[in-house]
Every structure is written in structure tokens, then in C-alpha cells.
């Protein structure tokens, strides 16, 4: 691998992780009773809760609810991390970009 070569991969990285930085993942729990949007860098930008899923008798519930949309958000983003990251790098990991 040329140095050229190693710049054009380096140059796609950057624009691959930009662009998964700016993706929005949608987590739900409960058929979408419970909602988080995280972008590309994990941070959560909108919770949304039915209310018919808050019962003030059992918070725990809900507490376990928001746990899961926000793991499956998560997982979501580290799919797309992983799929986009590993196309460009022919399945290396390499550290730090992942």
C-alpha cells in the first residue's frame, strides 16, 4: 500500500465517521411506547414516552423501558459504525476508529 493509497483511505475515514457522527438512530422499547434518538456520537437528542406506559405504581418498568431504546439505539449506531468502518478498511480494526 502506497502512501497515496493510505491518505485516500484515511481522507474516506474521516468523511465515513463525519457522516456517521451526523446519522440519527431511533431505540424503541415496547412497539415504540418508548423512543430515544441518539446521533453517530451516542448523545441522546430526543426521549419520547407514551403516556399510557407511565403508571407512577411502577417506575421500575419505565426506568427498564428507557434502558432498552437506549441500548438499542446504541447498538444501532454500532452496527452502522462497524458496516461503514469495515468496508473501508477491508475488516482491519483499527484503533480508535471504532
Not at 423501558?65 to 438499542?72: E, K, Q, T
Not at 447498538?75 to 480508535?96: F, N, R, V
Amino acid at each position: 500500500m502506497n502512501m497515496a493509497m493510505i491518505k485516500k483511505m484515511q481522507n474516506d475515514m474521516m468523511k465515513a465517521q463525519a457522516e456517521i457522527e451526523a446519522s440519527v438512530f431511533v431505540g424503541k422499547a415496547s412497539g415504540g411506547s418508548v423512543q430515544i434518538e441518539i446521533n453517530g456520537k451516542k448523545e441522546v437528542s430526543k426521549v419520547t414516552i407514551d403516556p399510557n406506559v407511565v403508571d407512577p405504581e411502577d417506575i421500575s418498568f419505565l426506568e427498564d423501558l428507557v434502558m432498552i431504546a437506549i441500548n438499542d439505539a446504541n447498538a444501532q449506531a454500532d452496527a452502522k459504525s462497524e458496516a461503514t468502518m469495515g468496508q473501508l478498511t477491508g475488516g482491519m480494526k483499527i484503533p480508535g476508529m471504532f
